[in-house]
């Protein structure tokens, strides 16, 4: 059988060394051709795929809110899972039906306003694949992740129902600072890599479960 072989593309006026690189692993990537088969925006959904279907995360009639959610794949998933969603980026989304989208940074009080109108109530299932602006250092990068995260678990204290879930990103190194923080609100978690994660990819996921509400109960890992 011969080799396969990655594609390759020419190099062409105004396209840097980095961007050929990046179509040519696009274009080699299996999940890339996967998710536009399905008619998914991005490959990222088959990470929330594997999650939901190891863990039961999503199911029919949850409110689902989604943060981070530009391109929008992880909402096409909840979507088609029968949940209704509320999906919140900095950036502009092109409209996913069956979802209502808030554009804006969630942990600005106004935006968040907008999120829980929307919702209607507690959501079932908070998601979050939002990720900082990395600079290349890895210090530096870990902190900003860190702080991110710490912002979705603040929110979580105002959105999620008790017994509730909550899927978040993480670069790894992020997960101790991050878990101090939401331990104590959650019976259980897990910390996940995908196989659909690249691997030169540091990030890896946290899955929350048992939202203690009010008065929550010591967490216990798995």
């Known amino acids: 059988m011969p080799m396969e072989r990655k594609p390759r593309l020419r190099a062409k006026a105004g396209r840097t060394a980095a961007q050929i690189r990046w179509l040519e692993r696009q274009l080699a990537d299996r999940f890339v051709a996967e998710a536009k088969k399905r008619g998914f925006r991005a490959r990222s959904v088959f990470k929330l795929e594997e999650i939901d279907r190891r863990f039961g995360l999503l199911r029919k009639g949850q409110a689902v809110l989604d943060l981070g959610a530009a391109p929008g794949s992880w909402t096409q998933y909840a979507v088609r899972k029968g949940c209704r969603v509320v999906a919140c980026d900095l950036l502009e989304m092109a409209p996913v039906p069956g979802a209502e989208f808030v554009q804006g940074d969630f942990t600005d009080p106004a935006v968040q306003e907008q999120l829980r109108a929307r919702l209607g109530g507690p959501a079932d299932v908070v998601l979050s694949d939002a990720a900082p602006n990395t600079t290349g ?86």
């Open 137 to 222: 250092l890895r210090a530096v990068d870990r902190l900003k992740s860190e702080a991110l995260a710490e912002a979705v678990v603040e929110l979580l204290e105002a959105v999620l129902r008790p017994g509730g879930a909550c899927l978040l990103k993480l670069l790894k190194g992020a997960e101790a600072a991050v878990l101090a923080r939401a331990r104590p609100l959650f019976a259980g978690y897990r910390l996940i890599r995908p196989a659909a994660t690249r691997a030169e990819s540091s990030e890896i996921y946290l899955l929350l479960t048992g939202f203690g509400g009010p008065n929550p109960k010591p967490a216990a890992e798995g």
